[in-house]
């Protein structure tokens, strides 16, 4: 059973920056290919950012390209979300998630495709 805890979420103003952090405990952290997503009050939850468990392949959805990074430390049991030109629609929860995957390489960008899911961190930008 793996743990997950995020931090780093709170309010911003468009254009500032914000780190997330997602600790994991209870398993062999190396093992698992990571994600972000994140819901929106009324909407449904979206990919954000996938790792692969080896932290050499990520995927990013089109609305974060070129403005978020995902890295994966797997000595430090952390994924890191780091969030650059913030925009008012980026408001959402955001959630880690974790997937025990046999291929080093692989990524997975679907909600479905994940075991294992933290509470979430409240990312709030104003305009």
């Known amino acids: 059973q793996v743990q997950l805890v995020e931090s780093g979420g709170g309010l911003v103003q468009a254009g500032e920056s914000l780190r997330l952090s997602c600790a994991a405990s209870?398993?062999?952290?190396?093992?698992?290919?990571m994600g972000w997503f994140r819901q929106a009050p009324g909407k449904e939850r979206e990919f954000v950012a996938a790792?692969?468990?080896?932290?050499?392949?990520?995927r990013y959805a089109d609305s974060v390209k070129g403005r978020f990074t995902i890295s994966k430390d797997n000595a430090k049991n952390t994924v890191t979300l780091q969030m650059n030109s913030l925009k008012p629609e980026d408001t959402a929860v955001y959630l880690c998630?974790?997937?025990?995957?046999?291929?080093?390489?692989?990524?997975?960008?679907?909600?479905?495709?994940?075991?294992?899911w933290g509470q979430g961190t409240q990312v709030t930008v104003s305009s």
């Open positions: 209870g398993g062999t952290f190396s093992a698992y290919a």
């Open positions: 790792i692969s468990r080896n932290g050499g392949v990520t």
């Open positions: 998630a974790a997937k025990r995957e046999a291929l080093s390489f692989r990524v997975v960008v679907t909600t479905p495709g994940y075991d294992y």
